[in-house]
């Protein structure tokens, strides 16, 4: 079983896989910690371990300002930027669509959707990471986040859906002469899922523990939280005291998700059909 990571090996791992530079990672790093932008604790051995969150602020902290004095703003500014949209497009057909993913509802921040797909996402998984590009520009800030899904078979695999996530403030300003933009591809991103996959565990294994000894912070009825062996809360509907036949055929009435499974063992990405799809 691998240790969690503290932010400081999750900033040296990360860049040895994807030979990023190690210095200005850490330089980027050192600016939104002081900015209060992540996990605050010990050094070295009593460092605690990295979070989702911080894994997304280190991705951000590389395509939202191009020099380091200006990181702290950069993050801030972009991370809050709402989702206005998100095309589906079926790799088999070529056709695109206007989705209605449940997981990422309309004005959801940029930070949120990058933290979720980076629980569930991975190299190896069905749902994968595929790009993040954020235009920089004071009138009209703007960024995409794409994701895949893929049918994984003994025989190999298969690149089935894409979705592309567009978040930006429609401020009604005009456009820039000049704008920037900075992108970091499917390397980069399933990289650092991957790595954070321990420390998702551990997370899990922790709270599930705390819950067992101290009781349930929530309701009885409502789920567990996701691990290895459990659904993630949103892929399954919420349990009530209502007859077993009664709850049986409640939830038959209900849109289900179409779960995705994974190759290496996490919580399914869910995925929910899109508007088309719904009205079949």
């Known amino acids: 079983m691998i240790a969690p990571r503290n932010t400081r090996a999750l900033i040296r791992d990360w860049c040895a896989i994807t030979f990023y530079l190690l210095s200005d990672l850490i330089g980027r790093g050192r600016v939104v910690r002081e900015a209060g932008f992540l996990t605050q604790g010990g050094h070295g051995v009593n460092a605690p371990a990295a979070t989702l969150r911080d894994g997304a602020v280190l991705l951000l902290s590389i395509v939202a300002a191009r020099l380091w004095k200006d990181v702290a703003k950069g993050v801030e500014k972009y991370s809050r930027l709402p989702l206005i949209s998100i095309t589906e497009h079926d790799e088999i057909t070529r056709t695109d669509f206007d989705a209605d993913l449940k997981a990422f509802p309309h004005g959801m921040p940029l930070i949120d959707a990058l933290i979720y797909l980076l629980e569930h996402c991975g190299s190896q998984r069905e749902g994968r990471l595929l ?25 190999g695999e298969t690149h089935r859906k894409t979705f592309f996530l567009t978040f ?69 509907p919420t349990t009530t005291n209502t007859h077993p036949k009664a709850r049986r055929e409640r939830d038959k009435s209900q849109v289900g998700l179409q779960s995705c499974g994974n190759s290496s063992g996490g919580s399914p990405l869910p995925h929910r059909g899109t508007t088309d799809e719904k009205r079949l």
């Open 168 to 236: 930006m403030l429609q401020t009604g300003k005009r456009h820039e002469v000049h704008e920037e933009s900075g992108r970091l591809n499917d390397i980069a991103l399933n990289t650092m899922a991957d790595l954070l996959v321990p420390n998702v565990a551990a997370a899990n294994r922790a709270r599930m523990q705390a819950e067992h000894e101290n009781g349930p912070s929530v309701s009885a009825d409502e789920p567990l939280p996701p691990d290895d062996e459990n659904p993630p809360r949103a892929a399954r």
């Open 131 to 155: 790009s993040l590009k954020v235009d920089r520009s004071e009138a009209n800030p703007a960024a995409m986040l794409a994701f895949g899904l893929y049918e994984i078979t003994p025989a």
